[in-house]
């Protein structure tokens, strides 16, 4: 067994043991627990020991203790060191200068023990009803679920943190869900996906086209949209490396700007959050040679913001902001529409549009807009009006 084998193994034992709703609820519980204690350099180890013991998910309590991360780390000493004063001695410590010079550090040592019980039995109560509920929620659609650990898994290879961004992003993001539900893709030929990052919609159709393979797709439930083949397009070097370890043989990865590669012939092409980092008229131009590219009968889906939306699209411009932050490109631009703009420059393109709201569960103004070649131009206006 090579060695990226056993780290996809090693990251699968981890991520599968001590799985049941009570079971994850009290690692979390536990993991924000420790988490809490003012024993710092031992969190790794105290983790690793309760849940080994009692038999749960060790790799959720490590991550739940981290909320004794450098930016609350601060705030929580803090918290903990009032509450300790104030359960000892009925008083919280002064804030001044002069009452740091005449507070011994052994008593704010035992200050700061003292009250880490109770804000980590506070926030530990918190963290295992905030995990019961999602847990329960999540296992009303447990195949979904399912098929997302599956496609999941497949990042382990690359690194943790590929893995836990793209379980938590094909969890949390309704955008993925939506695309496999019955009706809003069409089987057969391409599926090309613009922008496609690590390639988490590729890899969710790849799990569901094997589950479908070999018969393990739930009985009764509506079939997957299956492909010929998949294909992917994305600008950032690496991001398209692990896209390409993650699907193998089962998807072509290009690494290009679709600004500029020709968009090869296809049944389907996604754009998630692509065409708001392209100026306005690049967004008309990548649409109109879709159009061309588009097999009869074809479908394009697209995911973007309302510029319109108010707060909710703030929310949106501010995510945008830390992601380019994080990702260094600071300076990236930004060019979103309202709904009403996004149908008008669908309609130019020669595309009849239907939407559906893409926010739930989230802070964000996003709207799934599904486009189909309209008959002719004034059609393709007319239907494409927004709704009041």
Known sequence: MGVSARVRRAFHDLRTEGTGTCRETSA??????????PVYGFHLLMCWS?????????????LAANISNPLVAPWLLFAEMQTGAWLRRGSF???????????STGQVGIDVLVGSLLVGSTLASLAAIATYAAVRRSGVDRDFAELVSRA???????????????????????????????????SGGTLLDVGCGQGL????????????????????????????????????????????????????????????????????????????????EEQDALLAETATRLEPGGVVLIREAD??????????????RLKALACGTRHQAFHARTRAEWHECFARCGFRTEETPMGRGTPFANVLFRLTAAPDASAGASRSAPPA
Not at 270 to 276: A, G, K
């Open 50 to 62: 309760v849940g080994f013991v009692l038999g749960l998910n060790r790799l959720k309590m490590y």
């Open 152 to 186: 999941a898994d497949r990042y382990t290879g690359a690194s943790m943190t590929a893995w836990a961004f793209a379980r938590g992003k094909l969890r949390g993001d309704p955008i993925y869900r939506a695309a496999l539900s019955e009706g809003v893709l069409t």
């Open 307 to 320: 510029a319109s939306a108010g707060w909710a699209f703030a929310a949106v411009r501010l995510g945008n």
């Open 93 to 103: 410590h002064p804030v001044t200068l002069q009452g740091m010079r005449t507070t």
């Open 201 to 280: 919609t590729l890899a969710l159709l790849a799990e569901a086209r094997r589950a479908v393979d070999g018969g393990a797709w739930p009985a009764g439930s509506p079939s997957p949209p299956q492909f010929e083949r998949l294909a992917g397009i994305e600008t950032r070097g690496r991001i398209a490396a692990i896209a390409r370890a993650a699907l193998e043989d089962e998807a072509e990865i290009i690494e290009g700007d679709a600004r500029t590669v020709s968009i090869e012939r296809a049944r389907a092409v996604l754009m998630f959050d692509v065409l708001q980092l392209m100026r306005p």
């Open 28 to 37: 979390v519980a536990l993991g924000v627990f420790i988490g809490c204690l």
